[in-house]
Every structure is written in structure tokens, then in C-alpha cells.
């Protein structure tokens, strides 16, 4: 197999250096943790599921499955042995909806609800206070998966208020933002976050929505998935921006057991 770097003319520091540095990257590889979506083609779009220290970005219209996949991977979530933390900040969280899985996959409805740790959020003030008093939570559970249904909706809330600051809103969902950033990396987690959208004007874009708030999510979220509902339970996820990985696109399909792989 071909080296990527060729050390036959380093000397003995540099070598000692370089050993190092593929050790490094080995013990780094060995640590990932990986998250299927629960389909072929997710995963396939992702190179092999979804991975620690990476923040996902899920956006697309109403009804085109974002929530769904957030209770499928739920699903997921615990098959792998796996704790979750799904912040929910659109009250759509629904316990009924993983009990439907659970039948589908004959699990054990009771302790799979174990694995989850449900936070609602009202607002981005009180999802930095969750994120700052997090750090105890992980170092005494098995959390590797962080969902947020959605990452964005107070920030657009805040922005449709008169009363409220546009820059205290741009300052708190930074935070947020950069919060989530931190404790992905000090903590091995996966983070996965659904996004509203609005419409996007730029006449060049084969993509006509974006997601609210896009000028400081991409700062934070380096792999965007891009759910299009196409007719009846029918659409497409498009992987458009990552930071390893090609753009791709693959039909799926909305069912009673969440998004599955659509077959011509």
C-alpha cells in the first residue's frame, strides 16, 4: 500500500517526529465514534454514518423528514449502546413516534426512553445555561450523540421580535454555536442539528433555500445535509458542503419506520 507521506529521507529527529504523528492520527481514527442513520443511502452519502468530533447540519422544508430522522436515530442511537441528548426547541419531540420504532425493530420501547435525555428549550439564554452546566453530565454518562430539533428557531424568533436585539440574538446563538463546537471536540460526541430555512435569492444557486442564520452556522458546521421533498413520501438528501467528502446526492423515502432507502 502506498505511504501517504515518504519518510525514507527524514533523519532520526524527523523520524521520531513523524512516528509520532501517524501514531497520533491512529489513536485519533481508533477513538471515532460512528452513528448509522438507520439508511443505506445516509450512510453512503456520509462515507459510513455519522462521526464524533463532526457537526451535522440538516435542513429542508417542512415535512421532508428532519424530525423523523432525529427520532430514527434515537433508534440508532441505542442499538450501537449509545446515550443521547435531544434538545428540543419546537416541542416536537414525541415519545409515542420511538415507540412506533421500537415495534417496527421489536425493541424495548422502555429502554430505549433510558438511553434518551429529553431537554425542551425555550429559548437560546437557556440553551447556553444547558450547554455550560453540560460538562458533569458527559463525564458521568455514556452520552455520545447530541441531537437539536432545531438550531436555529430561537435565533429566527429573536429576530421577529421588535423588542428584542439584533445583537444580543447574533451574540447568543454564537454562543450556542460555539459552545457545541467545544464540548463536540472535548467530549468525542457527535453532533447532529436540524435548521429552518428561508428562501435564497442568489440567482446562481441551484439550491433555492438556506438555512436561517447560514453566515454563522457555516462557521461551525462543516457537513450540510440537504433534505427536497420530491412527490407523495418521495425526496432527495444531497451531502452539499463537507469537509472530507464529495457532493452527492440519493433518493429516500418517508415511512411509518422513518426515512428509508427509496428502491426503482
Known amino acids: 500500500m502506498k505511504e501517504l507521506f515518504n519518510s525514507s529521507h527524514l533523519n532520526k529527529n524527523q523520524l521520531?517526529?513523524?512516528?509520532?504523528?501517524?501514531?497520533?492520527?491512529?489513536?485519533?481514527?481508533?477513538?471515532?465514534?460512528?452513528?448509522?442513520?438507520?439508511?443505506?443511502?445516509?450512510?453512503?452519502?456520509?462515507?459510513?454514518?455519522?462521526q464524533s468530533k463532526s457537526m451535522y447540519l440538516i435542513f429542508g422544508s417542512n415535512k421532508t423528514g428532519k424530525t423523523q430522522l432525529c427520532h430514527q436515530l434515537c433508534i440508532q442511537a441505542y442499538k450501537n449502546n449509545y446515550h443521547l441528548i435531544y434538545f428540543d426547541t419546537e416541542n416536537t419531540f414525541r415519545p409515542e413516534r420511538i415507540k412506533q420504532f421500537a415495534n417496527s425493530y421489536k425493541l424495548n420501547f422502555?429502554?430505549?426512553?433510558?438511553?434518551?435525555?429529553?431537554?425542551?428549550?425555550?429559548?437560546?439564554?437557556?440553551?447556553?445555561?444547558?450547554?455550560n452546566n453540560l460538562g458533569n453530565t458527559l463525564k458521568a454518562s455514556p452520552i455520545k450523540v447530541i441531537l437539536i430539533d432545531s438550531i436555529n428557531n430561537h435565533y429566527r424568533l429573536d429576530q421577529g421580535d421588535e423588542n428584542a436585539s439584533f445583537e444580543k440574538a447574533k451574540t447568543n446563538f454564537l454562543k450556542v454555536l460555539e459552545k457545541l463546537n467545544s464540548i463536540s471536540r472535548?467530549?468525542?460526541l457527535i453532533i447532529i442539528a436540524t435548521a429552518q430555512i428561508s428562501p435564497s435569492f442568489n440567482k446562481n444557486s441551484i439550491i433555492k433555500e438556506k438555512p436561517v442564520g447560514n453566515q454563522f452556522l457555516n462557521q461551525f458546521f462543516s457537513e450540510y445535509l440537504y433534505l427536497r421533498y420530491k412527490e407523495k413520501d418521495f425526496g432527495y438528501i444531497h451531502l452539499i458542503n463537507s469537509s472530507h467528502l464529495p457532493e452527492k446526492k440519493l433518493p429516500y423515502r418517508l415511512t411509518n419506520k422513518g426515512i428509508e432507502d427509496y428502491k426503482i
Open 110 to 131: 422502555n429502554e430505549i426512553l433510558k438511553t434518551i435525555l429529553v431537554s425542551k428549550i425555550m429559548s437560546n439564554d437557556a440553551l447556553i445555561l444547558k450547554l
Open 16 to 50: 521520531f517526529t513523524f512516528s509520532k504523528f501517524k501514531e497520533k492520527i491512529k489513536k485519533e481514527e481508533k477513538n471515532i465514534n460512528w452513528l448509522s442513520s438507520g439508511s443505506k443511502n445516509i450512510d453512503n452519502i456520509l462515507g459510513k454514518g455519522f
Open 186 to 188: 472535548d467530549f468525542n
